[in-house]
């Protein structure tokens, strides 16, 4: 896999660009993305080598390379100054919705299981925002099911069960699975969520990753990720039979990606099909 710093015309799919996220979309074609998966730098919460970004153009840029029906998925958290929370993702909601034109389809809430944040005068906070906004309706929804604790047991009269129920000889029953709520209980990507031997101080968890572009895309789409970081998109998207594009201005966090997408890895969508 080739590292390219720049290019000439149209980006091409299945490289890692060394540049700013503005840049790249600009170089995309109308409608030509289906996802967009991408976490950017929180307020001052995340340490990117001094790097910032312009956030308006960016999510008027997004608007019009994805696909109708395409989705964003913007994962985001605030800075806690002077005790106040700076509420800058949910500016940017707003601003995506009101401003850039898209839909605000769901808000998916991420447990992040065992780092609790510890504040003066509150609750441990161990939530953080995940905003899916589409153009349009999402023209792809493959849901994430969990399975039930009670599948099969025979529901009472009058209930029409929580988790969803089936009909057998006239009975109604708890289903084996359930569609999984917009609460996600997933690990942090600090190392213990991949095997892969990479040091970023703020890796994307693959789980996070693999859900989205899962749910939201199909085989052969395009997913996009203009704030690269340790690859985790581009990860997830070639393992699981997507096309990837993604950057970042950070030519050491772009060699960090490049270095773990060269590792080898085993098509899943392939064994998953088997």
Same mark, same amino acid.
């Given at each position: ?33 289906? &996802?967009?998966? =991408? ?32 989705? &964003? ?10 005790? *106040?929370?700076? @509420? ?48 349009? =309706?999402?023209? =792809? ?18 209930? *029409? ?32 969520? =991949? ?32 704030? &690269?970081? *340790? ?15 993604? &950057?970042?201005?950070? @030519? ?23």
């Amino acid at each position: 896999m080739e590292l390219l710093p720049a290019f000439v015309g149209m980006p091409e799919v299945n490289k890692v660009y060394n540049v700013d996220a503005l840049t790249l979309l600009r170089a995309l074609a109308d409608n030509s993305v289906d &996802c967009v998966v =991408t976490s950017p730098p929180y307020d001052n919460l995340r340490t990117y080598n001094g790097y910032s970004f312009e956030f308006e153009p960016i999510a008027r840029e997004t608007y019009r390379v994805l696909k109708p029906g395409g989705v &964003c998925v913007w994962v985001v958290d605030d800075a806690l100054i002077d005790g *106040s929370k700076t @509420l800058t993702g949910f500016k940017q909601a707003l601003y995506f919705k009101e401003v850039a034109g898209f839909n605000m389809h769901q808000r998916i809430t991420w447990i992040k299981e065992g780092l609790p944040h510890i504040r003066p005068n509150a609750y441990l906070e161990d939530t953080e925002d995940i905003y899916v906004f589409s153009k349009g =309706t999402p023209k =792809t929804f493959n849901p994430m099911y969990r399975r039930n604790k009670n599948a099969g047991a025979k529901l009472r009269k009058g209930h *029409s069960g929580i988790n969803g129920f089936e009909f057998t000889d006239g009975h109604r029953f708890v289903r084996e699975e359930s569609i999984l709520t917009n609460a996600w209980i997933i690990g942090v990507g600090n190392g213990k969520t =991949t095997k892969d031997d990479i040091k970023h101080p703020a890796m994307f968890p693959e789980e996070l990753a693999r859900r989205h572009i899962e749910t939201w895309t199909n085989t052969g789409d395009l997913v996009l990720d203009y704030f &690269c970081g *340790s690859g985790t998109t581009a990860k997830m998207a070639r393992q699981y039979g997507r096309d990837y594009i993604t &950057c970042d201005i950070s @030519l050491a966090y772009c060699e960090l990606a490049r270095k773990r997408l060269a590792l080898p890895y085993t098509p899943l969508f392939a064994a998953l099909a088997g």
